[in-house]
């Protein structure tokens, strides 16, 4: 019979991912919290939030971010274009997850075996702002099929760091 496991009995590897998050303008202390989740799940090197710091200190992100913001790195960080000029200059890639005109399916797009990457992510209700779209080398979207054009921020973040991550791993 099937038997749930804890982390400890499993045999999970341990891997750092040379991800970079930044939060821009989230409204909701769930979807933060859930993004922080994820993060640590894939174990991404850190999570800069602008604009939406003060989610964290909600009940409901600490419920739904199951103490990951406790040894998850993460620091407040105006999000502008010195800041992503700061990480272009060390070698990462600027993402934004973001459908555009020229965005680029999720699972069309490769990485290179020394990838390190910086995700945009935008607020709920709006997205990426264009102005971040203009600062980002890459916007990849994930393919739906049903009638809706978007989905929440923090599964779709979920989404992309699997498909990252798993290719990171094979290169």
């Known amino acids: 019979m099937p038997q749930q496991l804890t982390h400890e009995e499993t045999s999970f590897e341990t891997k ?11 409204t909701s202390p769930a ?26 200190k ?6 739904t971010a199951r103490a990951t913001h406790q040894h998850l790195e ?15 200059d060390k070698g990462f890639k600027i993402i ?6 020229d965005s680029q399916s999720l699972q ?3 990485l290179n075996s020394s990838q390190k990457l910086l995700i945009l992510l935008g607020a709920e209700r709006y997205g990426l702002a264009e102005e971040w779209i203009r600062l980002c ?8 099929f049903g009638l809706n ?20 791993n094979q290169l």
């Not at 054009?149 to 990171?168: C, D, G, R």
């Open 108 to 110: 069309d797009f490769k």
């Open 16 to 26: 750092k991912f040379p991800i970079v998050l930044v939060a821009h303008q989230l």
């Open 31 to 56: 979807n933060l919290g859930s993004i922080f989740r994820a993060a640590e799940a894939f174990n991404i090197e850190e999570i800069l939030l602008s604009k939406c710091d003060d989610l964290m």
């Open 137 to 144: 080398d890459n916007c990849v979207h994930i393919p739906m």
């Open 149 to 168: 054009s978007s989905m929440n921020v923090s599964q779709a973040l979920s989404i992309t760091l699997y498909e990252f991550t798993k290719q990171m």
């Open 74 to 88: 993460h620091q407040v960080s105006e999000l502008n274009p010195e800041l992503i000029q700061k990480y272009r």
């Open 96 to 101: 934004g997850l973001e459908i555009t005109k």
């Open 58 to 63: 909600s009940n409901r992100f600490k419920r």
